[in-house]
């Protein structure tokens, strides 16, 4: 490692070693793009846990809201696909794999990063700076690297999103649904469940399923993810509502075909799109698991929580107030740049943001030069199928490709 002067008095590290991508992030996308990243002959270094929100931050048993087949991770020679996977698994690839348990995902993700990243460094990023036209990273065991460019593909549970009444109420009281990998704890016990999204209703079925006396409560109707009833001809049924990996609807499959399509729209138009299209809704399956097995109060808001004891009181919309002795908050994520701790404070405020999230241009790029978001981060920007693993190969393709193009054009100048 060397020092330079930057501004007059100040020592600024740079490092030795220099990269042309630095990618955070291995999960689903961030695998992915390093995949792509790597096949162009560019110098990546990929920092992370594999997998680590669907190891650590999503419960044993539960099922993929998503069909098997629309679960890849993508690779540029497409050689480790899912159905790759289960072919060298002695597991024939079919239908009847679905609804996918984690743990199958999970294994088929590992095996994929073993073979497509097999140099993934699970060290965690400590910060990013910006320094001229590169970036400083710093990695928790003290090393410092320098990159062109930075992909961010951070884990969920950095946006994982706690409402305001509950931020003052001990973890003992209140957790949040990534919290948890099992529910044996709560076994005897009151819990409420608050959301009506898949990972709300299907904590509430574990949770009950452990011995919890659960009580779901939503702000609205429960809602649930429709699938074909079989009584029309298949012909007529593509027809009305054409298979796609996110579901069967012509809106998914029109977000699937053109992955990028939304992002030239105007933003109260993509808003629109972002907030009615995938919206909380739980998978079929988990209808016979809770219908008469839980309490579920619908169109019920919470007004008030506080600890009382060693219990929760929650006052309701209804006028009535419950006492439990623990809430899961099945509220799910909202992006947020200020939470993502180590980008240096002088990039938030630099990034131009939308409700939180970075405003990326059509290659994935944000208003700083050379810096990436993909995943979650993308979604105001994009659409709603980054939200799910299936558009980790459209933005894979996307970054991998402007950022060979960009360094292609840096390095002739």
């Known amino acids: 490692m060397s020092v330079i002067i930057g501004g007059p008095g100040e020592a600024v590290e740079v490092s030795n070693t220099t990269y042309d991508v630095v990618v955070l992030g291995a999960?689903?996308?961030?695998?992915?793009?390093?995949?792509?990243?790597?096949?162009?002959?560019?110098?990546?270094?990929?920092?992370?846990?594999?997998?680590?929100?669907?190891?650590?931050?999503?419960?044993?048993?539960?099922?993929?809201?998503?069909?098997?087949?629309?679960?890849?991770?993508?690779?540029?020679?497409?050689?480790?696909?899912?159905?790759?996977?289960?072919?060298?698994?002695?597991?024939?690839?079919?239908?009847?794999?679905?609804?996918?348990?984690?743990?199958?995902?999970?294994?088929?993700?590992?095996?994929?990063?073993?073979?497509?990243?097999?140099?993934?460094?699970?060290?965690?990023?400590?910060?990013?700076?910006?320094?001229?036209?590169?970036?400083?990273?710093?990695?928790?065991?003290?090393?410092?690297?320098?990159?062109?460019?930075?992909?961010?593909?951070?884990?969920?549970?950095?946006?994982?999103?706690?409402?305001?009444?509950?931020?003052?109420?001990?973890?003992?009281?209140?957790?949040?649904?990534?919290?948890?990998?099992?529910?044996?704890?709560?076994?005897?016990?009151?819990?409420?469940?608050?959301?009506?999204?898949?990972?709300?209703?299907?904590?509430?079925?574990?949770?009950?399923?452990?011995?919890?006396?659960?009580?779901?409560?939503?702000?609205?109707?429960?809602?649930?993810?429709?699938?074909?009833?079989?009584?029309?001809?298949?012909?007529?049924?593509?027809?009305?509502?054409?298979?796609?990996?996110?579901?069967?609807?012509?809106?998914?499959?029109l977000l699937e075909k053109y992955p990028y399509m939304l992002q030239r729209l105007p933003q109260e138009r993509r808003d629109t799109l972002v907030d009615t299209t995938h919206g909380p809704a739980g998978s079929h399956w988990l209808k016979p698991r809770l219908l008469g097995k839980v309490q579920i109060l619908e169109e019920t808001a919470i007004l008030e929580a506080k600890e009382s004891g060693e219990r929760v009181t929650l006052k309701l919309s209804t006028g009535k107030s419950i006492e439990v002795d623990h809430v899961i908050l099945g509220t799910g994520f909202k992006a947020d740049l200020k939470r993502l701790p180590m980008l240096d404070p002088t990039i938030t405020e630099a990034v131009r943001t939308y409700q939180g999230s970075p405003v990326l241009n059509t290659w994935f790029q944000s208003s700083m030069p050379g810096l990436y978001f993909i995943g979650y981060s993308s979604v105001r920007s994009f659409s709603p199928m980054y939200r799910f693993v299936i558009g980790a190969d459209a933005a894979a393709k996307r970054v991998s490709s402007a950022i060979a193009r960009d360094l292609t054009v840096a390095a002739r100048v």
């Open 27 to 253: 999960g689903p996308y961030g695998l992915s793009a390093a995949a792509h990243l790597k096949q162009r002959g560019l110098k990546v270094a990929v920092f992370g846990k594999p997998l680590l929100l669907w190891r650590e931050h999503m419960p044993q048993g539960m099922l993929l809201r998503s069909y098997w087949w629309a679960s890849n991770l993508s690779d540029p020679a497409q050689k480790y696909t899912f159905k790759h996977y289960l072919i060298e698994q002695g597991i024939e690839p079919s239908p009847s794999l679905d609804p996918l348990p984690i743990q199958t995902f999970i294994d088929y993700a590992l095996w994929f990063q073993q073979h497509a990243v097999p140099d993934l460094d699970e060290t965690y990023i400590s910060s990013i700076e910006r320094n001229d036209r590169h970036y400083t990273v710093k990695l928790v065991d003290g090393r410092i690297l320098s990159s062109r460019t930075i992909v961010m593909a951070p884990g969920l549970h950095y946006y994982r999103y706690i409402p305001e009444e509950y931020r003052a109420l001990p973890s003992n009281l209140v957790s949040h649904s990534t919290d948890h990998q099992h529910f044996r704890d709560f076994a005897g016990k009151e819990v409420a469940i608050i959301g009506r999204g898949q990972a709300a209703l299907e904590t509430a079925a574990l949770a009950a399923e452990a011995g919890a006396n659960v009580q779901i409560i939503s702000r609205s109707p429960l809602k649930w993810v429709k699938v074909a009833s079989g009584k029309l001809p298949p012909w007529l049924q593509q027809l009305r509502a054409p298979k796609a990996g996110m579901g069967s609807s012509w809106m998914n499959l």
